[in-house]
């Protein structure tokens, strides 16, 4: 027994199925029916970016997922250039003497993981390189000396483990030996040739020198199980350490992902690998298309990752995750553009953050209770019973028709006293309305087709975020100051290249008119410089960009003529239906910025 299913042969028997639901019930709690303890299958691909370290909004946002570990990959991308993680990085002169510690930069990886460890322990180290989108690569080509090279990691491992160069003793214990070595944008050289002799200088070398270690590999692609099953046929015919076995994998559907768990599991115990355990080390809901070319395409392409969809898809994985042969998972990722839980831009949340904070809140009570929901109509439910009783739901609908109330059938004499709910796209559990329970079912109103509820029982609480709070009412509230003391302008432009022109003629009269400004023009930047606008305090999102369709507000929303000048929570929405209406609005703006006046409601 795994869980509450048996795993017969390594397939999963019956989709969330353990009791009939009677009646028209779409799912089913029985919190008098315990069957083991939540996995924590939340772990996580990186931390925060290190810029963020001084948000201490964003900090509380992610610490109270309580993610499972971070595992690192792509690191260095979202953190200005930094020399983070990657072997090249910390160790960037190929030829230099390897014991020697000058010839290693570790300050900078060494204040990241440093940052990740106040959010968790649980520390997966990548050996490795990110990925490389250029024509020629630089980084990722196999080492000219495999012995050298395991040196080196060995001596990444007792810097961060034995205290090695002015070190640590931290105690990583996962390591993983690159990342998707069957991909040429990751490992550019031959998958069976180059990576399987590499993976085995590193196993053994690590391995050798501290057996309590965990090693592994190979993070291949999961639409292709022959390369899995070709690496463990090797490590079994060297007699290689294998302590777990990663794989890599998007899909939009959940079944298929459980499926490749199970696969892996059944090649390795066949292969006699039967302790090692198996790692997701990076999913995600698919894109819809991984074309992003046109306007039109990288529209469809962000929205499918960062909406609504992709959030209930999250849910549905961490509840049927429960019965599935992965030891582990990692959600790709914290930091990663449109794959992120974060907008770094807006310092706003992705509504797959829902998904985390709605897990953590109910795996706290520890103690998995039987449920059954309809995953064929799309629903998905992971409850749980703490030590006092109280107890908690996570119910997803993925692609459910939308139109129909949820009922719920609550076993064991629990009352539902929160029922919390995602179905906005914003990153916010909030109250339910129209919710009812009778007898012992629950009534969830329609909510569209993608949606993630959060349900307490017997007064237990989700955690609330101070973040979150309701701001006080009062003369300070929402005060933003377009212009520093220094009479610098405190705030960037958001704007996309179409409405570039739009603003330049208005910004000039602003700031030739602003006795504040003396004269000089805020930066304008474009939708991407994300980097740029990380170290801004105030954004104004001018036009119908992707920055203001991110923030649930484009001139598809608007009639003829209409334009909003709307807050955020790190400034302003400027965005007209038409040019005449976004000269309007930017009017608007600019009269209240050559004022220095901006309240920014109470929420």
Avoid at 98 to 106: A, K, L, Q, V
Avoid at 445 to 457: E, H, L, S, T
Avoid at 465 to 482: E, I, K, S
Avoid at 571 to 582: I, T
């Amino acid at each position: 027994m795994k869980g509450c299913l048996d795993l017969i042969a390594g397939s999963l028997v019956a989709s969330l199925a353990v009791c009939a639901c009677a009646g028209t019930c779409d799912v089913t709690v029985d919190f008098e029916r315990e069957c083991g303890t939540v996995r924590r299958l939340n772990g996580i691909c990186n931390g925060l970016p290190l810029v963020m370290k001084s948000n201490p909004a964003l900090n509380e946002q992610f610490a109270a997922l309580e993610v499972a570990g971070i595992r690192f990959h792509d690191q260095a991308s979202r953190n200005n250039g930094l020399a983070l993680v990657d072997v090249s990085r910390i160790f960037p002169l190929a030829h230099a003497d390897e014991n020697d510690p000058r010839n290693y930069i570790f300050d900078q990886t060494d204040d990241y993981i440093a940052y990740c460890r106040t959010f968790t322990d649980a520390i997966e180290f990548r050996i490795g390189e990110q990925i490389e989108h250029f024509e020629r690569h630089y980084r990722i080509r196999p080492p000219a000396d495999y012995d050298k090279y395991a040196r080196i990691c060995l001596n990444i491992v007792r810097h961060y483990n034995e205290g090695w160069a002015n070190g640590f003793r931290w105690n990583i214990r996962r390591w993983s030996v690159w990342e998707e070595p069957d991909n040429r944008r990751l490992f550019d050289g031959d998958y069976q040739k180059e990576y399987f002799p590499l993976y085995a200088k590193i196993a053994v070398a690590l391995k050798s020198a501290y057996p309590d270690l965990k090693v592994g590999g190979p993070q291949t692609r999961g639409r292709e199980m022959f390369r899995i099953e070709q690496f463990v046929s090797y490590c079994r015919d060297h007699k290689l350490p294998l302590d777990f076995c990663g794989v890599t994998d998007y899909r939009r559907s959940v079944d298929r992902f459980l499926e490749v768990g199970a696969e892996t599991r059944r090649i390795l115990d066949a292969h006699g690998y039967g302790k090692t355990e198996v790692e997701l080390s990076e999913w995600h809901c698919e894109p819809v298309s991984w074309s992003a070319r046109t306007p039109e395409q990288a529209k469809v392409y962000r929205e499918s990752l960062t909406g609504m969809e992709s959030a209930a898809f999250a849910a549905a994985v961490f509840a049927a995750g429960q019965d599935s042969a992965y030891d582990r998972m990692f959600f790709y990722a914290t930091d990663i553009g449109s794959w992120a839980i974060f907008d770094f831009t807006f310092k706003t949340r992705h509504p797959v953050w829902s998904a985390f904070k709605a897990f953590a809140d109910t795996a706290r009570l520890q103690h998995r209770v039987e449920t059954s929901a309809d995953a064929e109509r799309g629903f998905y439910a992971l409850a749980t019973r703490g030590e006092s009783g109280a107890g908690a739901l996570m119910l997803a609908a993925l692609r459910t028709s939308g139109t129909e109330s949820v009922r719920v059938r609550v076993k064991g004499g629990l009352v539902p006293g929160e029922v919390l709910l995602e179905n906005g796209g914003d990153g916010r559990l909030v109250p339910a309305d129209g919710w009812t329970f009778s007898g012992d079912i629950l009534t969830l109103p329609a909510a569209g087709r993608n949606a993630i509820w959060f349900v307490g029982f017997g007064g237990y609480r989700a955690r609330r975020l101070a973040c979150d709070a309701p701001r006080p009412v009062g003369p300070a509230v929402g005060r933003m100051d377009f212009i520093r003391e220094d009479g610098k302008f405190n705030f960037a432009f958001v704007v996309d290249a179409k409405n570039r022109e739009l603003t330049a003629e208005p910004l000039k009269k602003f700031c030739d008119g602003c006795r504040f400004g003396m004269g000089e023009v805020p930066e304008v930047y474009g939708d991407d410089d994300n980097e740029k606008l990380a170290q801004v305090p105030w954004h104004v999102v001018f036009g119908d960009s992707a920055s203001a369709r991110r923030l649930g507000v484009g001139a598809d929303t608007l009639k003829e003529g209409e334009f909003v000048v709307r807050s955020f929570d790190r400034g302003v929405l400027v965005v007209g239906k038409d040019a005449a209406a976004n000269r309007k609005a930017l009017a608007r703006f600019l009269d209240l910025a050559s004022r220095n006046q901006w309240k920014i409601p109470a929420q």
